[in-house]
């Protein structure tokens, strides 16, 4: 049952692990990290054995880490809430750059069809919607809605990639109504939903 647990395990890894240097699908351009006191953790991909250092705006930001079976991960020293910062990843001659990041706090939001509901569906919806371009701290990011009976190294795909809000943008807002906010404190307390 193990050893079946372990092989599964594998092959998730190779599903998604091809050798190519890159960050895993959810971290992207516009992103929020967690900020401090919390360390805030980035991982990826890339040939086995390779060393992989993190630079905050060319600063390094830990320790090299060695990649093991196709994937890196580092955990970065804490950093207070602010930005924005390049989040550049090098190995050997090899950079990848994302851009625009900010270090905020990070909300995960699940959950069944309510989850669904949008600002277009609010009262007011379209005087909301204008008001989302005044708080680009804020920034959204929807993973797509994929089943899978296995458990996953990376996510299978992304319905909304990390994005900052622009007028008459219409986004998943459900987590605010699930906490019984007016959908626009969240922007105003400068959240990020996930
Ligand atoms: C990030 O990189 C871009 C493109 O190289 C550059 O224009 C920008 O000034 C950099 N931003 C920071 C905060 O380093
Ligand atoms: C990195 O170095 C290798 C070997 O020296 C070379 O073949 C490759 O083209 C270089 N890649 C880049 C992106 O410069
Ligand atoms: C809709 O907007 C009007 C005018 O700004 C305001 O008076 C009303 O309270 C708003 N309704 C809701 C449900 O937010």
Known sequence: MRLTAICVYLLGILRFSDGEFRFASYYGDHMVLQRAPERAVLWGFGPDDAKVTIYLSGQAAAPAVSVFTGIWRVTLVPVQAGGPYNVTAVFQNQ???????????????????????????????????????????????????????????????????????????????????????????CWKKRLKIV
């Open 95 to 185: 950079s990848i750059t994302l851009t625009d990041v900010l270090f905020g706090d990070v909300w995960l939001c699940g959950g069944q069809s309510n989850m669904a509901f949008t600002t277009s569906q609010v009262f007011n919806a379209s005087e909301e919607m204008a008001l989302a371009s005044e708080f680009p701290h804020v920034r959204i990011f929807m993973a797509s809605l994929e089943q899978s009976h296995t458990e996953l190294i990376d996510l299978a795909g992304l319905e909304v990639p990390w994005s900052v809000p622009t007028g008459g943008m219409d986004v998943p807002l459900h987590f605010c109504c699930c906490l019984h906010l007016n959908p626009f404190d």
